[in-house]
């Protein structure tokens, strides 16, 4: 199978005609596309449905675009108490370990910042009153839970959970498991997840989505790239509440859609130089792509055996 990179309109073709009968589908789904390719000798419709349904599950209970969702409550909720199913809280736990881990390039107590720089509502630059008042209402800390009691609450009125950075990496996850399918890929919005038969994937130069820079080959895992090229300078550094540079994209490979996905946007946030070091440190596959045409790699990328495109061939 052939994938091309990035979002939102990768190009897919299979290098090589399915041994077993395959399926394709494409559907919207969190306010993107979502490409199916499913292979096996069982009922890959309902193979697709199951995955359908999962993600369908997850955007209710967790899309802060729905105000009837789970976390749009605890959001509303001012700083108060909410109940929520452990599948929630454990998911929070996992995000909130992210948090710390990455020394904060990573939150998802992020919302207050967000909408101080209108990052969904097209972009605007607030004033400093607006702009302290942002940081003030955003960080980790501030996110707090009881497993025991099934309880999530914001220890502050005006904080909100933001779910762009990982919610679709988890609903990846999911869906996989919910086909049950020997072999397939899953492309939801440009973030890849590939089982049972190699996917080449390609990456693209972060100053032209249109020219190829690497080229690696997946299976048994997940791709994220993250980058400014398709939405301007969208990306907020949680630590000083400002957008971060425009310096190129990161591409991150895990064996977890939802670890690539936190990963990608935490090492664009931590930049080419500390971010390759970071993830050096803790062995993550990863590839650092600069507006000037170089591409870092940690050694666990390169293991990959990426093929990258000369710059005189572009």
Not at 45 to 65: F, Q, V
Not at 132 to 143: D, I, K, M, P, Q
Not at 284 to 300: E, H, I, K, Q, Y
Not at 301 to 314: D, G, H, K, M, W
Request: aromatic share 6%.
């Amino acid at each position: 199978m052939f994938v091309t990179f990035p979002p939102p309109t990768p190009v897919m073709r299979e290098i090589a005609p399915s041994p077993q009968p395959a399926l394709d589908r494409t559907v919207l789904a969190m306010g993107t596309e979502l490409r199916l390719h499913l292979e096996g000798a069982g009922d890959l419709g309902r193979a697709s449905e199951a995955a359908l349904a999962e993600s369908s599950r997850i955007e209710a209970a967790c899309s802060t675009w729905n105000p009837a969702s789970d976390w749009s409550r605890l959001n509303a909720a001012q700083g108060a108490p909410i109940h929520l199913t452990a599948e929630w809280i454990q998911l929070l736990e996992q995000i909130r370990t992210w948090n710390l881990r990455t020394g904060g390039a990573f939150d998802p107590v992020l919302m207050a910042l967000m909408q101080a720089w209108g990052v969904r509502e097209g972009g605007r630059t607030p004033d400093a009153t607006a702009l302290t008042a942002a940081r003030r209402a955003s960080g980790g800390g501030l996110l707090e839970l009881d497993a025991v009691h099934g309880t999530a609450r914001l220890r502050h009125p005006g904080a909100g959970l933001e779910e762009g950075g990982f919610l679709k990496g988890y609903a990846l996850d999911a869906m996989r498991r919910a086909t049950a399918t020997p072999a397939g890929w899953l492309d939801f919005g440009g973030q890849v997840l590939a089982w049972g038969r190699p996917c080449e994937v390609d990456i693209a130069d972060p100053q032209d989505r249109h020219r190829v820079r690497c080229t690696i080959s997946l299976k048994g895992a997940s791709l994220s790239c993250s980058g400014t090229s398709e939405r301007g300078r969208h990306i907020l550094d949680p630590r000083s509440g400002e957008p971060c540079p425009a310096w190129g994209g990161t591409a991150v490979v895990a064996a977890e859609a939802l670890t690539a996905d936190v990963l990608s946007t935490a090492l664009y946030v931590l930049g080419p130089d500390t971010g390759l070091a970071w993830a050096e440190r803790h062995q993550v596959a990863a590839a650092f792509l600069l507006n000037d045409g170089s591409v870092r790699m940690t050694r666990a990328f390169r293991a990959l055996n990426p093929t990258l495109i000369p710059l005189e061939s572009r």
